[in-house]
């Protein structure tokens, strides 16, 4: 059974830091892409960053700069560092595992991904 568990998120201030992790289990995780997407009511999820098996990363532009997507193959742990964090940031993120074509196809269709976490929120106040 495959599961991902998202879990670090919070409540903080503008300008603050908060890493999520993703923990991995039921899949051969360091053969796959794996991205985190973020979710807002009424939003479409969009993606924030993804790093494909071998440690090439991809950034939306919003978060370029500031987060920073790394994982660890042997503990199977999917991490997301986010500073400088906006108020606009607030969202669900969750962590997705799809096949290699996920990274490289150069787009975030959130189709491409084959498993998904539930989510862990993030909340950043003015």
């Known amino acids: 059974q495959v599961q991902l568990v998202e879990s670090g998120g919070g409540s903080v201030q503008a300008g603050g830091s908060l890493r999520l992790s993703c923990a991995a289990s039921?899949?051969?995780?360091?053969?796959?892409?794996m991205g985190w997407f973020r979710q807002t009511p009424g939003k479409e999820r969009e993606g924030v960053a993804r790093?494909?098996?071998?440690?090439?990363?991809w950034y939306a532009d919003s978060v370029k700069g500031r987060f920073t997507i790394s994982r660890d193959n042997a503990k199977n742990i999917l991490y997301l560092q986010m500073n400088s964090l906006e108020p606009e940031d607030t969202a669900m993120f969750y962590c997705?595992?799809?096949?290699?074509?996920?990274?490289?196809?150069?787009?975030?269709?959130?189709?491409?991904?084959?498993?998904w976490g539930q989510g862990t929120q993030v909340t950043v106040s003015s």
């Open positions: 997705a595992a799809g096949g290699n074509y996920a990274c490289f196809s150069g787009s975030w269709r959130t189709e491409e991904y084959d498993y």
């Open positions: 039921g899949i051969m995780y360091s053969n796959y892409c």
């Open positions: 790093i494909s098996s071998g440690g090439k990363t």
